[in-house]
Each structure stands twice: as C-alpha cells, then as structure tokens.
C-alpha cells in the first residue's frame, strides 16, 4: 500500500485530493509541521529535503516534489487518456502544473503567508507579503486568461487539478478573490467529495 507523508493544510493536501480522486489504496503517515517534524532525523530519514508531500512506494522506493508524485499517480494509477498522449500536450500540462507549484505557490502563497521564514525585519515581511500578494494575482490572472485553451475533461481530475486544489483552499482561507474561471472551477473541486477528505483536520491548523 501506498503511504504519503502528510501534514493537514499543507500542499500534500492536493496529493490526498487525487489519491481519492483516483480511487487508489493509500495510507496517511502524518507530518506536524507546526512542531517541525519534517526536520526530525526519523523523518529526514525518508525525505531528506525535510518537506511534505513524500510518498512511499509498495517496493519501498521513495518519491518526493508535487509535481513528480501527481505526475507518477496520473500515469500509473489513472484511466486511460487522463495522461497526455502527445509530447506537446504533455509538455503544455507540465508548463501549468509548474507554474502553479513554482510560482503562484512558491513565491506567492509562501512569500505572503510565511515572510518570517526569510527575514526578520518587519518591513521586509510586510515587502515580501506585498510581492506574495501580487504574485497569486498575476498568477490567477495568467491561469484564467488561458483557461479556454486547455482541454478539459468533466469528471476527469488530473495532477493540475491537485495542484489548483489546494491553492483555491489557500485562497480562500485568505479571503483572496478568483477570477471568473478559476472561480467556478474551485467551487466545482471543493465541492467534490474528495476534497472534504483532503481537507480534514484543517480547521485545527
């Protein structure tokens, strides 16, 4: 059974998303963040770069990074056609889920929620929340401008979707407006029965 090393609130909640999503066994090692239990030897043990999602293999192997583990789930575990058959349309797919994970996460949800973690003068914070902020909205107002020209599914949830997932949670916890597509799009996700699962134990963190 597949075992993914999670902390509730964090992006391994987009991984949970598509394990559910994808209707794959799995179970759940938890990770508190808040105590710094990914620095702990036992867990650097598993993941040395000491983050979540990690996801640990029936062979025992070991993968780490969001987009490697919704890529690997999507390809192995997933239906015929919900991985791109075509490089170009594998390539574009890899573009958005980059973007999402690198960009809009990475240098705007981190930057706004977390500028403690880079400095500790209080202009600076408030600098680099500023940045973060206009990071996500740049970010969601590039995603929705090329909403129409990506090919869509009903019904079919691919690894782009775990990623959106939990920025949309993000979000919407800040009380951050979507534009109009992406608006839409996260109402549908969050409404899906796998996001209450992804979801669980939010509340307390």
């Known amino acids: 059974m597949l075992t993914l090393f999670h902390a509730p609130g964090a992006c391994s ?30 867990f650097r043990q598993t993941n040395p770069k000491g983050k979540v ?4 293999l029936d062979d025992g192997a070991v993968l780490t990074e969001f987009q490697a ?15 791109p058959e075509s490089a170009m349309a594998e390539a574009r797919l890899l573009e958005r889920l ?14 706004l929620a977390m500028p ?19 990071e ?9 401008a090329q909403w129409e020209a990506v090919p869509r599914t009903p019904d079919r949830i691919g690894p782009d979707d775990a990623a959106l997932f939990y920025v949309f949670v993000w979000a919407r916890a800040l009380g951050l407006a979507l534009p109009g597509p992406l608006a839409a799009h996260a109402d549908a996700l969050l409404a899906r029965p796998a996001a209450r699962v992804a979801m669980q134990g939010l509340a307390d963190h």
Do not use: N
């Open 98 to 111: 980059d973007f999402i994970v690198g960009s809009i996460h990475a240098r705007g949800f981190t930057f």
């Open 13 to 42: 909640m987009g991984i949970v998303f598509l394990l559910e999503e994808l209707g794959v066994d799995y179970q759940l090692a938890p990770v508190d963040l808040r105590t710094g239990a990914q620095h702990a030897p036992e």
């Open 69 to 83: 583990i919704a890529c690997w789930l999507c390809r192995s575990h997933g239906a015929p056609g919900l991985w």
């Open 116 to 134: 403690q973690k880079f400095t500790a003068d209080p202009g600076a914070q408030d600098a680099l929340r500023a940045l973060g902020r206009r």
């Open 53 to 56: 999602p990690a996801l640990r």
């Open 136 to 144: 996500i909205e740049t970010g969601f107002a590039t995603l929705a």
